[in-house]
């Protein structure tokens, strides 16, 4: 099952470009749902997730959708005495397992987590705090690329998560592998020339592909889903709603 959406929905710039002019912020989930069949929800990134507000974007959604939830900052980036905010964080998903619209926790590490036997300890503690919910983590530094690191994955049971992003130096490349249950991937758009360097945090991801860029993931995508169970493909370039484009192109070339 390959399921395609975006990183997020909730965008201001998307108005016009793609939520009408007069459609109240209120039912900007309902309309993307009748489009896609997933969201990845990353304003809980920022902060914790209260579960009341997964339950209303549960009721506000059809029977079939389904939420990935990105990991906590305190989970991934602050990980000094954050052992009280795990407990808080999977209670959160409660809602959306019991309506069965969970997909799994994506957990982006920063590009200053490096490999090295803490990290790989903490990746471990990780995995115990979520206990069974499936977990897939994501890499910004391309030290990780090792069989050591897909290794550990898989004893973990800890997807990996797939990237298409600029070709820079010490950034993850586009590879493809599943190394649990769980596929996935992100198109964080090709802009190199403001990933390090940018005023404003979306001027990174204002990118807007061509179909021949997205071509080359099509077998990619094909293969890890030959593999996993479920694989979720989500188009983060979200400024103005390229995003949207680049989710429409590849369920068009992967029908």
Known sequence: ???IGTSGFSYKDWVGPYYPADLPKARWLAFYAREFQVSEVNFTYYRLPDPRTLAAM?????????FT???S???THERDDNVEAFPKFVHALRPLIERNKFGCVLAQFPYSFHPSAESRD??????ESMADLPVVVEFRNARWLSEETFALLEENDLGFCCVDQPRLKGLIPPIATATS????VRFHGRNAKKWWRHDEPWERYDYSYSKEELEEWVPKIKHLDAKAEQTFVFANNHWQGQAVDTARQLRLLLL
């Open 1 to 3: 099952m390959i399921y």
């Open 58 to 66: 549960a009721d506000k959604t059809p029977d079939g959708f389904v």
């Open 69 to 71: 939830i990105k990991a």
């Open 73 to 75: 900052k305190e989970l």
């Open 122 to 127: 903490y990746l471990k503690a990780f995995r």
């Open 181 to 184: 249950s769980v596929a996935y």
